[in-house]
């Protein structure tokens, strides 16, 4: 229930960025930096100090030698690794295109 819950937020993802006036791939992934800048310093209202924090903890659990389903269970253990990648790049290209979105309408809230 829970791959087919990523997979179907990897989908929408994946939508979300192919859509025409969205924010492409490289415009996202490029904005991720200054979207954890915003949120560690409370600009960013859309997403709270929590979530960046899971985020965080997703990097980290791919990135561990130690996993909760080890990877010598080939299929299983890679399974879970992946099933984490997919969830934090569904959350993360959401959240950028989100906070794009923020960004461009601050920006003509107040026009310099």
Request: no cysteine.
């Amino acid at each position: 229930m829970a791959k087919a819950a990523r997979a179907a937020q990897a989908w929408r993802t994946y939508k979300n960025v192919t859509e025409p006036g969205s924010p492409g791939l490289g415009t996202r992934l490029r904005a991720i930096p200054k979207l954890i800048g915003a949120v560690t310093r409370g600009q960013y209202p859309g997403m709270g100090k929590s979530k960046l924090a899971m985020m965080g903890l997703g990097v980290l659990y791919i990135l561990s030698p130690i996993d909760i389903v080890p990877d010598f269970l080939v299929l299983i253990g890679v399974a879970d690794d992946f099933g984490v990648f997919l969830w934090l790049m569904g959350s993360l290209l959401g959240e950028s295109g989100r906070y794009i979105d923020w960004e461009r309408k601050q920006v003509r809230a107040f026009p310099s």
